[in-house]
C-alpha cells in the first residue's frame, strides 16, 4: 500500500524560506507526473508546482520565481521536494503531497495527508 508522507511545515515569518518534502513509501508504478497542492480555509485545493518523470517542472503564477519543486532521482525511493522563498501569509494553507500516475489509460492520485504552512505578516 502506498502512502505519502509530508514534512516540514511550520510557521515562518514574512520574506522567510521553508522547505517541504514528501517521502513516497511502496512502490508506484507508471508515474506521470508529482506535485504540491495547497488550500486555504474557505477556498479550493489550487496546484503549486509540479514535476514529470522526465523533470519538467510546472508552477502556479503566485509562486513562479519563489518556490522550486525537485524530486530524488535515486531509483530505489521516491523523494519529492519544494523550496519555498519569500514567503508571505497569501501562501499560509494546507500543502498536500501528490503522486498521479496511470492505469489502463486513466489517470489517478495518490495524496498524503497535508502539513500546515502559516506565514505571520
Known amino acids: 500500500q502506498v502512502q505519502l508522507v509530508e514534512s516540514g511545515g511550520g510557521l515562518v515569518q514574512a520574506g522567510g524560506s521553508l522547505r517541504l518534502s514528501c517521502a513516497a513509501s511502496g512502490t508506484i508504478y507508471n508515474v506521470n507526473s508529482m506535485g504540491w497542492y495547497r488550500q486555504a480555509p474557505g477556498k479550493q485545493r489550487d496546484l503549486v508546482a509540479t514535476?514529470?518523470?522526465?523533470?519538467?517542472?510546472?508552477?502556479a503564477d503566485s509562486v513562479k520565481g519563489r518556490f522550486t519543486i525537485s524530486r530524488d532521482r535515486d531509483p530505489a525511493k521516491e523523494w519529492i521536494d519544494l523550496q519555498m522563498n519569500s514567503l508571505n501569509p497569501e501562501d499560509t494553507a494546507v500543502y498536500y503531497c501528490n503522486y498521479r500516475y496511470n492505469y489502463k489509460r486513466n489517470l489517478y492520485n495518490y495524496w498524503g495527508q497535508g502539513t500546515q504552512v502559516t506565514v505571520s505578516s
Open positions: 514535476i514529470t518523470t522526465d523533470g519538467t517542472t510546472t508552477y
